[in-house]
């Protein structure tokens, strides 16, 4: 897991935030020769931690609920070859890529919540020595 380490998001004002840990398990390869052995498919385990913020609590009294966080990003990816998704036919599945494309897709889906939370940090490790922080630009995040 990550909790060694959480690289902070940029410093908010909202009241609320909210740290999802998760991991799963994924295919993947690096179609271009300067990849080196990333071009043959393999697989990693992705620990990835969501950081998602807001004003106000839902009817449940949650910003968001952890579980639905983990089934939109859990339940699309654990055990699937990721360059198979149309996401990933134009740029492939590098571990930036990763926390980009897991970052819209939690962001699509908290669009739908009454409550609007946020999402301002997303962080994709894909080995024990690697891993990305995606942050969306301020203006993106943080107009309310
Ligand atoms: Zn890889």
């Known amino acids: 897991m990550l909790q060694q380490f959480y690289p902070q998001p940029f410093p908010h004002s909202y009241p609320f935030e909210l740290n999802k840990d998760m991991n799963f ?46 089934k939109i990003v859990h339940g699309k990816y654990d055990h699937q070859l990721l360059n198979h998704f149309p996401e990933f036919k134009e740029v492939p599945p590098s571990t930036e890529v990763m926390a980009q494309t897991i970052y819209e897709v939690v962001v699509q889906y908290l669009k739908g919540l009454a409550n609007q939370p946020r999402c301002v940090q997303v962080i994709v490790r894909e080995t024990p020595t690697s891993y990305v922080v995606y942050r969306p630009k301020v203006k993106e995040s943080f107009q309310s």
């Open 25 to 70: 398990s994924a295919a993947h390869y690096i179609p271009n020769e300067k990849a080196g052995k990333c071009a043959f498919t393999h697989g990693h385990t992705y620990f990835v931690n969501l950081t998602i913020v807001g004003n106000e609590l839902d009817d449940m009294g949650m910003l968001v609920n952890f579980s639905d966080l983990k």
